[in-house]
């Protein structure tokens, strides 16, 4: 069982961006997947889950209408999403899996990490 | 600013126990299970402990969790070098209907 993240992107200040996030060795449609941030030399923060069997999705209000959650199961991917991007946005972003069907479960797959950096 | 609060650090000796703490509320860890993640140096985390005090397949038993009312605390007893980590707690908040993290402990094996 695994999640394999796309690879580290660069940034202009106002861009647009898509990572995605690859499961396999497992139903994928019946598992939450997670994205969180990890800003440089700070902590975790949730930013939102995706069901992707139903695409039933949930948003930390920190990062409601900042960013779009999405999956498509017919490959096993889901997506983290900005339409514009700052350069607070720089972090490594990890996707993560739910250990259950359950919402509120731990995450016990998490992906490699996709680092993004925003600069001018 | 998180609801979960963690000391920023923690230390021991090779061989020492260690407990970390995780203080919360009601509407987090006095009412949901509680979880905790290992992130080694330059890696992606790991799930240490779900469900309070359940370990995954090929955590030690050196690692333990417990629950008590709104704290939680994970604790590692013979300490070894590759111990050396931050440390997050981690549960569903059901006021803010989201998942939230502590705000992480770094433990050094002196």
């Known amino acids: 069982v695994q999640l394999v993240q796309s690879g580290a992107e660069v940034r202009n200040p106002g861009e647009s961006l898509k990572i995605s996030c690859k499961g396999s060795?497992?139903?994928?449609?019946?598992?939450?997947i997670g994205w969180v941030r990890q800003m440089p030399g700070r902590g975790l923060e949730w930013m939102g889950i995706i069901y992707p069997g139903d695409s039933d999705t949930r948003y930390s209000p920190s990062f409601q209408g900042q960013v779009t959650i999405s999956a498509d199961k017919s490959i096993s991917t889901a997506y983290l999403q900005w339409s514009s991007l700052k350069a607070s946005d720089t972090a490594m972003y990890y996707c993560v899996k739910g250990y259950s069907g359950s919402l509120n479960d731990a995450f016990d797959i998490w992906g490699q990490g996709t680092m993004v950096t925003v600069s001018s | 600013q998180s609801v979960l609060t963690q000391p920023p650090s923690a230390s021991g000796t090779p061989g020492q126990r260690v407990t970390i703490s995780c203080s919360g509320s009601?509407?987090?860890?006095?009412?949901?299970?509680v979880y905790w993640y290992q992130q080694l140096p330059g890696t992606a985390p790991k799930l240490l402990m779900y469900r309070n005090n359940q370990r995954p397949s090929g955590v030690p038993d050196r690692f333990s969790g417990s629950r008590s009312g709104t704290s939680a605390s994970l604790a590692i007893s013979g300490l070894r070098s590759e111990d050396e980590a931050d440390y997050y707690c981690a549960t569903w908040d059901a006021t803010l209907s989201g998942y939230v993290f502590g705000t992480g402990t770094k433990v050094t094996v002196l």
């Open positions: 060795e497992y139903k994928f449609a019946s598992y939450w």
């Open positions: 009601s509407s987090n860890i006095g009412s949901k299970y």
